[in-house]
């Protein structure tokens, strides 16, 4: 079948025929299951007292297996769908496991120009069987000036692995 693209009431409201129609537009039904299983813990508390407060802090673990399994539907498999996905069957799995460690430790409180004065930081090592490893950090600032003026600041560092659908 044709379709004929210079049909005056295809150019001035876009309508097809139903031929045009059944032709053109399909309904497509892929599946996609996805699992994940986690393991995970943390503590945290107060460490100590400082004169503006508690030093807090946290410790954990996190352990994550993940598995995928797509397949789309038959048009997208075969390249049948123009301008769309021509992905076969995604399927695998990973596992990552981290360990991490965060603070907050109120170094001023209640001075004139500094109601509040903490230091925050945290840190993470990541390792995933498909991807590596890596440690992150952050460290941040932050400076509460007067009830009205805030400053804060913070630099650190990211990982990122790929998500099951780009490994596989």
Not at 45 to 73: K, N, Y
Not at 90 to 95: F, P, R, W
Not at 116 to 132: F, I, K, N, P
Not at 159 to 167: D, H, I, V
């Amino acid at each position: 079948i044709g379709v004929d693209w210079f049909r005056p009431s295809l150019i001035a409201n876009g309508t097809f025929t139903a031929a045009e129609a059944a032709f053109l537009f399909t309904k497509e039904t892929g599946h996609t299951t996805y699992s994940q299983t986690m393991i995970n813990g943390a503590v945290s508390g107060d460490l100590f007292e400082l004169p503006a407060g508690a030093v807090a802090a946290a410790l954990g673990f996190e352990v994550r297996w993940d598995e995928i399994d797509d397949t789309p539907g038959f048009n997208a498999r075969n390249n049948n769908l123009w301008g769309q996905t021509s992905a076969g069957r995604t399927a695998g799995s990973d596992a990552v496991r981290e360990v991490f460690g965060e603070f907050s430790a109120p170094l001023l409180a209640g001075w004139q120009f500094a109601e509040s004065l903490t230091l925050d930081g945290s840190t993470r090592y990541t390792s995933y069987d498909s991807y590596g490893e890596d440690y992150t950090y952050k460290l941040g600032m932050n400076w509460q000036i007067t009830p009205e003026y805030r400053l804060r600041g913070t630099t650190g560092t990211s990982f990122r692995a790929p998500a099951l659908f780009e490994l596989f």
